[in-house]
């Protein structure tokens, strides 16, 4: 097969501001499969296949052509190197508090990419008495080919504006330090008062004087050409031991090599001990680094045994359960795509300086009158990246502002899956079967980029390891990836299904379940928040602090379905006589889908510049009764927020991530259609339809905003304001579509 498609997505606001368009994207996709089936004697079946499916996919910005960022904006660095169009057009100019972004920021803009990959396998089926045994292989072979500097941002540059570079120091002390006087205005009843917030004022202030509190560029010195195979060999065998009693039994052996890369460098993996990173097959080094001290290999021990069950109780009853080790698949092309010294992403920051907490006068990005500040503002542009040199060597030093990303040296571990179910199917009276079960899984080993430069609580730069070392702040980014994580599913899966008997068909479901673990996805990164290792102020460290009730959880899941050919004319119960009626009531079909969803989990956040320790995010403090007053809209609160308390010290907050029942709002819809057969002649029929998605147009709130942002009021402390515990936005909208078609 060969499909090919090309997207056009506009800039919101052209050359000005990309908003939610993504510009013009090729995509080519080719699969080419040969398979067969080979009967070798009566009793063995042979099949097997060979396929290979390639994307090809480019995308390009309207704006592309034109260095608006050197010609137009004169902002130093930006669009280099000047000879290459993909890091042409308009750079990003971030601005904070809502306000659109201008230009491109988007990290992953231009790409070009060009994946393929490779399946073979071959299965045989063996029937011999009571036993179904089943052989055989597979692998596949995955090759990413990759233009696509999206470490940091940007590839024609980006300036990100904060407002706090702009207020005024009105610590209230004689230092000049803590907490900042109250500035309010009236609002609402007569001499009431709220807390000022002036940030979107500050963002076009810093804008306007020229400056920036961040400043990031990204480019691609060397193409993401990672491949590598997967390999595995399984047998199994259905044995049914006794007329009520079936065995399904099996082993899986699994061997995942290590990727490699096209051209010179063929592996890369940092020492954070040196702040050296090894290049395979450079300088006398093997492949994987085998005789060096960061050497990685992947266990050729990877056993998944399955076991399952199957008992007939009575003719109405089956009971049903098994256990089983699967392997996490995850190609590590993904996550090990390209970080630096093929993709480099620069970010340096303005974070602050010693006299003033939060808030930094403009004049402190004078480096004339501030020498403690590292970076000035726009007249210094973006970070200039050059390309890495000393390849020959097999060893390099990065600079301090760069991204690092490589697996962790040692034996990779590999995540897999424990899953357990335990069953019980009973035919009911009307043709209804239903299912009842417990179903749990655990992950174990899952995959993260484990940040290396993550510093003890309240310690700030200075306790970032490599920073005291090596000058590295942890802001570059330092992920050593590896399987050390977990998570954990419980559910109770209750089905029911009726196939279709005197025209109507039903089909249900429902689950109670709950998944806890410390991330929502892996591959990327570090997908942690809270990272401090073990210090005084935290004898455990942080990490434990991530295990919650992760955010695709949903208590409570209810599914309906129906079919019902509703019974009127020819040769239904009802109008059958009548022509009249019969073709005015006959031929309709009712369907419907009936879907009820409690809400997602919610975590409270808010700023960490008071926490002082890079790597590690914080929380308010939960104090109080929670109250869920389940308001919807500006201005009402989905829950009281004064429940929450701003944390203004080097300690993490109370109100963390495992409040499960600190959920959104939930939804519940119903999709209806309404068919029609018309016959029109004895070959031709025409079929009418209307379709709603959410038939009563139900609002379907979005969770409130959790991000507390902290306010000073006329008295008393501190506390989480703005739009805090407030739903600004909803979807779902009821949508109707009407169809027709002829069929002959």
Known sequence: ??????????????????????????????????????????????????????????????????????????????????????????????????????????????????????????????????????????????????????????????????????????????????????????????GSTVGFTSNPWNDIAAFNLGLANEVQNGQQFIKATNKDWQEALYVGDTFRILPKLTVDAGVRWEYFPLITRDGVSKFEVYDATTNQLYLGGLGNNDTHLGNTPVGVTSSKKLFAPRLGLAYQLNDKTVIRTAFGITYDTL?????????????????????????????????????????????????????????????????????????????????????YVEFWNFTVERKLPGEVLLNVGYVGNHLVHQFNGRDANVAPLGTGDAGSPLYAAFG?????????????????????QVSLNRHATHGLFLQGSYTYSKVIGYMDDEGWENGLRFNCPASSLMPQGCQSLNRHTLTFDHTHVLKMAFIYNLPFGAGEKFASS????????????????????????????????????????????????????????????????????????AVIG???????????????????????????????????????????????????????????PASGPDVCGGSFGQITSSFGQRILQLGAEVDF
């Open 331 to 415: 190609p590590l092309e993904r996550p090990l795509r390209g970080f630096w010294p093929y993709t480099i992403g620069a970010d340096n920051q303005v974070n602050g300086n010693s006299n003033v907490t939060r808030f930094l006068p403009y004049a402190s990005f004078n480096l004339a009158n501030n020498s403690v500040n590292s970076y000035s503002g726009l007249a210094d542009g973006v970070p200039l990246i050059a390309a890495p040199s000393g390849f020959a060597s097999g060893i390099i030093t990065p600079p301090t502002n760069v991204t690092i990303g490589t697996l962790a040296p040692g034996d990779f571990t590999r995540g």
């Open 1 to 190: 097969t060969l499909q090919k498609a090309q997207l056009t997505d506009a800039n919101d606001y052209g050359v000005a501001g990309q908003g939610n368009g993504t510009g013009v994207t090729d995509d080519t996709a080719q699969t080419v499969t040969i398979g067969h089936t080979w009967t070798a004697k009566s009793d063995l079946v042979l099949t097997g296949h060979i396929g290979f499916t390639r994307m090809g996919e480019e995308n390009t910005t309207p704006d592309i052509g034109k260095n608006y960022g050197q010609d137009v904006l004169d902002l130093v660095n930006s669009n280099t190197p000047t000879g290459d169009v993909r890091y042409s057009g308009m750079p990003g100019i971030t601005l904070g508090d809502n306000w659109t972004t201008l230009g491109t920021n988007q990290s992953w803009e231009p790409v070009q990419r060009n994946d393929w990959q490779l399946t073979l396998d071959e299965n045989g089926t063996w029937i011999k008495g009571k036993h179904s045994i089943v052989f055989g292989f597979d692998a596949a072979h995955n090759h990413m080919n990759h233009w696509q500097p999206e470490i940091v941002c940007c590839p024609r540059g980006n300036v990100l504006m904060g407002a706090d570079n702009t207020f005024l120091n009105t610590a209230t002390d004689v230092a000049g330090i803590g907490d900042q006087a109250t500035f309010y205005t009236n609002a609402g009843a007569a």
């Open 578 to 649: 009548n022509k009249t009626a019969s073709a005015v009531l006959g031929g309709w079909q009712v369907n419907g889908i009936i879907t009820g969803i409690n809400g997602s989990p919610m975590y409270p956040t808010q700023t960490s510049s008071y926490l002082n320790t890079p790597g590690t995010s914080q929380v308010p403090d939960f104090s109080g009764t929670l109250n869920m007053t389940k308001g919807t809209g500006p201005g009402q609160q989905w829950f009281n927020t004064t429940a929450f308390v701003p944390v203004e010290t």
């Open 654 to 712: 109370n109100g963390g991530r495992g409040n499960s029942w600190f959920r959104g709002p939930g939804l519940m819809q119903l999709d209806l259609s309404l068919f029609r057969t018309f016959k029109l002649t004895e070959r031709f029929n025409l079929k009418v339809r209307a379709e709603t998605l959410n038939f009563s147009n139900t609002p379907h709130w979005s969770n409130p905003s959790t991000s507390c942002s902290i306010v000073t």
């Open 472 to 492: 590295r702040p942890q802001s570059s980014g330092t992920y050593l990836f590896d399987g050390y994580l977990d998570s954990h599913y419980n559910s109770l």
